[in-house]
């Protein structure tokens, strides 16, 4: 069995092979490490045959040759998406242990359950499970055209797509169409979704979507929003790479346009 091996501030012990990170590792690595503090969790079906190890300390790089400690983010686009995934759900289960270890109703130890992926609270039986949050991020499209904004917390000249948190009562389709309007203040229909993404940054869920314009000029808050423009399929800027959902969904758009002419 491997493991992969976190610190207590869920940054993650890699070896670089011919510039490919490795974050599967031997339980004997374990012997180097100070682990008589660690956290194990099995991470299940996704998670196929490895365990996730949380140490209570910083990963010491310098007891370890040849290895670094990195953040899950700096391994978006050089992981294969699967081992990215079971990365992601790696830390949201340490996260989740760490952040629910006393009831929240009447703050008793809260303990694994025996039944299912939940934290249980043998006072008053309260339940916690993984927190995940469901987001909406898709495409506006005008014909040929889709809208594209530059967020502030994008690298400067990226353009992406859409996106925010659903909020309570809503469904995802009106979550969409709020954070448009919000965002860049145009309004659309016909809202149709098209695949989601576990995004563990640090617990979203992302659904995404691709929706007409159905009118407004565009008008942005500057503030979450910097710039957001028209930009015609065959003249993109520099948009996400495809192993993040924003990007596969405007390079998908833009193969439909393709081979509609
Ligand atoms: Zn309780």
Same mark, same amino acid.
């Not at 050089?78 to 703050?107: M, N, V």
């Not at 989601?196 to 500057?222: E, N, R």
């Given at each position: 069995? $491997? ?21 599967? $590792? ?16 099995? !991470? ?16 010491? =790089? ?14 978006? %686009?050089?992981? #294969? ?5 079971? !990365? ?10 760490? =952040? ?14 025996? %039944? ?5 609270? #043998? ?30 917390? $994008? #690298? ?23 954070? %448009?309007?919000? =965002?860049?203040? %145009? ?14 940054? #640090? ?59």
């Amino acid at each position: 069995m $491997h493991c992969i091996i976190i610190d207590i501030n869920y940054r993650i012990l890699a070896k670089y092979q011919a510039d490919a990170p490795q974050v599967l $590792h031997s339980f004997d690595l374990l012997t180097d490490l100070n682990t008589h503090e660690a956290l194990e969790l099995p !991470l299940g079906e996704v998670g196929r045959n490895f365990k996730v190890v949380q140490l209570q300390g910083n990963i010491e =790089e310098s007891t370890l040759e040849g290895y670094i400690s990195v953040s899950l983010r700096s391994l978006i %686009v050089s992981l #294969p998406e699967a081992d990215f995934q079971l !990365l992601g759900r790696a830390i949201q289960l340490c996260r989740w242990q760490t =952040e629910h270890q006393y009831c929240g109703k009447c703050g008793g130890v809260t303990q694994a359950s025996q %039944v299912d992926e939940a934290l249980t609270c #043998p006072s008053c039986e309260l339940s916690f499970y993984p927190k995940i949050a469901p987001c909406v991020i898709g495409l506006v499209c005008d014909g040929p055209r889709c809208l594209l904004a530059r967020g502030s917390r $994008h #690298p400067e000249a990226m353009y992406s797509t859409l996106a925010g948190f659903i909020e309570a009562g809503e469904n995802a389709e009106q979550a969409f169409a709020r954070e %448009v309007m919000e =965002e860049v203040g %145009v309004a659309v229909d016909n809202i149709r979704y098209l695949y989601s993404q576990p995004w563990p940054f #640090p617990g979203q869920l992302m659904l995404g979507f691709i929706a007409d314009y159905s009118g407004g000029d565009i008008c942005v808050d500057g503030e979450e929003i910097l710039e957001a423009h028209w930009f015609d399929y065959n003249e993109l800027p520099l948009i996400p790479p495809q192993s993040t959902i924003s990007g596969r969904i405007i390079r998908d758009f833009v193969r439909r346009q393709q081979t509609a002419k």
